[in-house]
């Protein structure tokens, strides 16, 4: 379908189910501008794409062609809306609800978790995450095999961790409705909410009989970005929790900081980083590469972009290990993949989860969000991430006592030892 098809479609979609506002200027948004959330609870390469402008460069939706030419798709669809309207039993969902499931049947079709739809509120309380502060239960979370929603990190002095929530737990319903088989971001925006709400949750905990309730009490959750400190006198370590805004100037500025210490190697951990922004994921890459490619985003036409670093950052040298695991996903796997097939470092811990294709964000006219998936990236050595991962240069399992962190000793052990 070429372009103005889809614009089409969409236009008339708008049209058959009687939206109220900005219809024109929802199609605008889907059609224009190219741009992972940081969302502290998941995340992913993603560009923001403009918001549309509502004014008066067009007031209404495409209009059939002058022959007559309708699509026979749009007749079924407005044969089934007319019908809903004249024969159903029971009440029918205001228009513009109807327009939200319609976009959603369309979405669930396409087969893919990364395409997704938020509403307006939930949309809003996105756009917040992404700016580093959100209002929540201050957790990072994940779809698992199960589709259902795990937790992957609970952050300290959480409402979360005050709930005697931990990671492994699977969130299936919140405040009484069942949440498996949303999408992800639906199910994040249920969880999150205004600071000072409860929200009741239902928990499946590993080696627990049955599923059992936690009333959380959301609060402002300020993410806590990056982690820096010495081991003993000569290891450096920093860590990094998300790919947002903020996070290259920081990790730079503590990376600055470490290496005024003139430590003999350095560790960079990446695990249970969901992602962000793809800028970002460049950038910090940048840290620590010379000049050369760091990642090839291609499009679905088979067009691509090559991405590189320069020479000159503060990183280009001190020996160092990534930290990896199956929660480091997206941006965390660009900068972990380009410095593995670089051979500037090597990677230690597990798996990593294999999220490898870019989102493109549109704010619609009604505050909505449409999240569309548009390329997908390879490695500097052309290796394919989405849906197969990295695979750590030393393989090292997390183990099951909290208390004791394999991999961080065996990044000691390798940078004390070099092996």
């Given at each position: 379908m070429d372009q103005s098809a889809r614009n089409l479609l969409y236009g008339l979609l708008i049209v058959i189910i009687l939206v109220g506002v900005g219809s024109a200027t929802f199609v605008i948004g889907l059609s224009i501008g190219r741009a992972e959330s940081t969302a502290p609870i998941a995340a992913q390469p993603i560009r923001e794409a403009p918001t549309p402008a509502a004014d008066s460069q067009a007031t209404a939706a495409p209009s059939p062609t002058p022959d007559g030419d309708i699509r026979p798709e749009l007749e079924i669809l407005r044969e089934a809306y007319d019908?809903?309207?004249?024969?159903?039993?029971?009440?029918?969902?205001?228009?513009?609800?109807?327009?939200?499931?319609?976009?959603?049947?369309?979405?669930?079709?396409?087969?893919?978790?990364?395409?997704?739809?938020?509403?307006?509120?939930?949309?809003?309380?996105?756009?917040?995450?992404?700016?580093?502060?959100?209002?929540?239960?201050?957790?990072?979370?994940?779809?698992?095999?199960?589709?259902?929603?795990?937790?992957?990190?609970v952050f300290r002095g959480s409402?979360?961790?005050?709930?005697?929530?931990?990671?492994?737990?699977?969130?299936?319903?919140?405040?009484?409705?069942?949440?498996?088989?949303?999408?992800?971001?639906?199910?994040?925006?249920?969880?999150?909410?205004?600071?000072?709400?409860?929200?009741?949750?239902?928990?499946?905990?590993?080696?627990?009989?049955?599923?059992?309730?936690?009333?959380?009490?959301?609060?402002?959750?300020?993410i806590p970005l990056v982690e820096a400190r010495m081991i003993g006198s000569d290891i450096a370590y920093v860590s990094l929790t998300s790919f947002d805004a903020r996070a290259t100037d920081q990790l730079a500025r503590e990376i600055?900081?470490?290496?005024?210490?003139?430590?003999?190697?350095?560790?960079?951990?990446?695990?249970?980083?969901?992602?962000?922004?793809?800028?970002?994921?460049?950038?910090?890459?940048?840290?620590?590469?010379?000049?050369?490619?760091?990642?090839?985003?291609?499009?679905?036409?088979?067009?691509?972009?090559?991405?590189?670093?320069?020479?000159?950052?503060?990183?280009?040298?001190?020996?160092?290990?990534?930290?990896?695991?199956?929660?480091?996903?997206?941006?965390?796997?660009?900068?972990?993949?380009a410095i593995q097939d670089r051979e500037r470092g090597v990677l230690i811990g597990t798996l990593t989860f294999g999220k490898g294709s870019v989102q493109n964000v549109h704010t619609l006219s009604d505050g909505s969000e449409l999240r569309v998936t548009i390329a997908r990236w390879f490695t500097p050595n052309d290796r394919a991430i989405?849906?197969?991962?990295?695979e750590p240069n030393i393989v090292v399992e997390a183990g099951d006592d909290p208390a004791q962190d394999l991999q961080l000793d065996r990044a000691v052990e390798y940078l004390r030892t070099g092996k």
């Open positions: 019908l809903i309207q004249s024969d159903y039993y029971g009440d029918v969902p205001d228009d513009t609800q109807l327009t939200y499931g319609a976009i959603r049947g369309m979405l669930q079709r396409l087969g893919d978790e990364h395409t997704g739809f938020l509403e307006p509120s939930s949309a809003k309380r996105e756009r917040e995450a992404r700016s580093g502060t959100y209002h929540g239960i201050g957790v990072l979370v994940d779809l698992n095999d199960s589709q259902k929603l795990e937790v992957v990190r409402p979360a961790e005050a709930g005697g929530i931990r990671a492994g737990d699977q969130i299936v319903s919140v405040d009484g409705r069942s949440i498996v088989g949303l999408s992800l971001d639906e199910m994040i925006a249920l969880v999150r909410g205004p600071a000072g709400t409860g929200v009741n949750l239902s928990i499946e905990r590993p080696g627990a009989d049955e599923p059992f309730d936690v009333v959380v009490t959301r609060a402002q959750i300020e600055g900081s470490l290496l005024a210490r003139n430590p003999n190697g350095l560790i960079f951990d990446l695990r249970s980083d969901p992602g962000g922004f793809l800028d970002q994921a460049i950038d910090v890459s940048d840290l620590f590469l010379d000049e050369g490619l760091v990642m090839i985003e291609r499009n679905r036409d088979g067009s691509e972009q090559r991405f590189d670093s320069d020479s000159g950052d503060l990183a280009e040298t001190i020996p160092l290990v990534v930290l990896v695991d199956r929660g480091s996903a997206s941006a965390s796997e660009i900068v972990a993949g989405h849906g197969e991962g990295l």
